[in-house]
């Protein structure tokens, strides 16, 4: 059932031009159609757990194309699962008055897929190659607005991809030549301890963390996703929140936990280069997000930090930082998600600077009320999601001392400040209507497909804030290994 999850919305996206769809309706159903199966086929399989692997077919007899969950690849399944249909929803209005929308659905439907296969990958090879699939496949939805800025935007994103793709595949040769399989395994491959290649590991380690820090977006590889906000809003939400970041930070967990091994690497340089990126990368994004006054890019810089957020924890080498990154990953799809669907709301209704944001709530009361929501919750006041993971990040580097976690737990702290400044105070704005354009109540309010997915996501965000439990209690039993 793993593999019908994985290549069903591939095909049924594939086959999408060929329907010639004359109505927004038809093609709105048959889209919604599939994404709706593919969750309701996933979604059991990732609450129930499942520890079948299946083979898709053998490149050698070492080297399957093969699925399996675990239990860090059911937490980033099920992210993927649960907020698609959503976005999916959402792009359905959004880009209704768009052109090229069967190309546009088709690439959006088997990214789906794609990223599922991401999730559900059993080995480093099924990873890579999924991996890099995505870039081919979102790179059509970055250009699709066919300006100069998009075409610019695409062209920089691929280059940025095709050289992380490169890096990542002699990390995954060195994987084969000294480990001798590319199965995941909590802990990593108990081979690549062997005394005599463990210099060697090390270093292929650091060629796989550039390779896949390109979609994590780690400093100085992170150019291309500020600029890739040019992109449709349902796109950069699935940029920023589901798919491509965060298969770039779920890959870096997967080469760091399941693959190289915590026990080969932590204490040495394998550790503190990433390490000491990640905590400079989490100031750099959001200082530079406080300069933006596009409201896109800022929310693309703030991507840029909090994507550090999660590998700041898994670089930790401990399960309980590993917790706390995992926990900012679901925490942060959700709350970035809401912040870019709003912005798209906004950007409809001509809204596309921070300082265009005031008086803003007679106009868009739903908009303006999720998106401070969304702000509030990404600062980290609790008890919203995001101080959780905070607090979680912060006692781990605690409990793990040194200098670069102490460095971490400072970055933190500014972080938090800066996101005030940046997202707190423009959601005051929308409230202070003194000296702004005066708007007619609901003026500028969007149909019922824009706004559901953001009083849905919001609804979550709000339970899972009060009743943080029922998530943390498997992302711990997760981070400890459990399947």
């Known amino acids: 059932m793993l ?4 290549l069903f919305p591939m095909a049924a996206g ?6 010639r769809f004359k109505e927004d309706k038809s093609r709105g159903l048959y ?3 599939v994404v709706l199966i593919t969750s309701a086929v996933a979604l059991p399989q990732i609450i129930l757990g499942t520890a079948a692997r299946e083979i898709l077919f053998q490149i050698t007899e070492t ?3 093969a699925f399996r969950l675990d239990g860090v690849g059911r937490i980033f399944a099920g992210i993927v699962a649960v907020l698609w249909p959503l ?3 959402y792009a359905l209005e959004y880009m209704q008055h768009e052109k090229n929308l069967d190309a546009f659905f088709s690439f959006y439907t088997i990214c789906f897929g794609v990223t599922l296969g991401i999730a559900c990958a059993s080995n480093l090879m099924t990873l890579y190659l999924f991996y890099e699939l995505m870039t081919l496949i979102t790179l059509p939805l970055v250009m699709h607005g066919g300006s100069q800025r998009s075409v610019r935007a695409g062209l920089k994103y691929l280059y940025y991809s095709i050289g992380g793709a490169a890096l990542a595949f002699i990390g995954l040769v060195y994987v084969i030549y000294y480990g001798g399989t590319t199965e995941f395994a909590y802990g990593g491959v108990s081979v690549f301890t062997a005394g005599q290649t463990e210099h060697n590991m090390r270093i292929g380690y650091l060629i796989c963390f ?4 390109v979609k994590a977006a780690v400093f100085p590889l992170h150019d291309w996703l500020p600029d890739a906000s040019v992109a449709p809003t349902p796109v950069t939400a699935l940029l920023h929140a589901v798919a491509v970041v965060k298969s770039g930070v779920f890959a870096i967990i997967r080469i760091t936990w399941f693959t190289f091994a915590p026990a080969l690497l932590a204490g040495t340089f394998a550790q503190y280069i990433p390490l000491a990126l990640c905590v400079f990368t989490i100031v750099y994004g959001c200082t530079m997000a406080l300069k933006e006054q596009n409201l896109k890019r800022r929310l693309a810089y703030s991507t840029v930090s909090n994507l550090s957020y999660i590998l700041f924890g898994a670089l930790l080498m401990t399960s309980q930082g590993l917790r706390g990154g995992l926990m900012h990953m679901v925490y942060h799809a959700v709350m970035k998600i809401t912040l870019f669907l709003c912005a798209g709301v906004y950007l409809q209704k001509g809204v596309e600077y921070v300082q265009d944001m005031r008086g803003l709530h007679r106009a868009m009361p739903v908009a303006t009320a999720v998106f ?3 702000s509030l919750a990404m600062t980290g006041i609790p008890p919203l999601l995001g101080f959780g993971s905070k607090w979680a990040l912060a006692e781990a580097a605690v409990f793990e001392g040194g200098l670069l976690p102490v460095a971490g737990i400072v970055a933190l702290v500014i972080s938090a400040t800066l996101t005030a400044f940046y997202l707190i105070i423009p959601s005051v704005s929308t409230y202070v209507s003194r000296g702004v354009k005066a708007y007619a109540p609901g003026e500028l309010s969007s149909g019922w497909k824009a706004l559901s997915p953001l009083l849905i996501i919001s609804l979550v ?3 899972f804030s009060f009743w943080p439990m029922l998530l943390t209690d498997f992302i711990t039993y997760a981070a400890a290994g459990g399947l």
């Open 14 to 19: 594939a086959l999408l031009p060929l329907f």
């Open 31 to 33: 889209v919604m159609a």
């Open 372 to 374: 401070a929501l969304g």
């Open 461 to 463: 965000m709000m339970f």
């Open 3 to 6: 593999i019908f999850a994985v």
């Open 210 to 213: 550039f390779g896949f820090g």
């Open 63 to 65: 080297l399957p194309i």
């Open 87 to 89: 976005s999916s929803l």
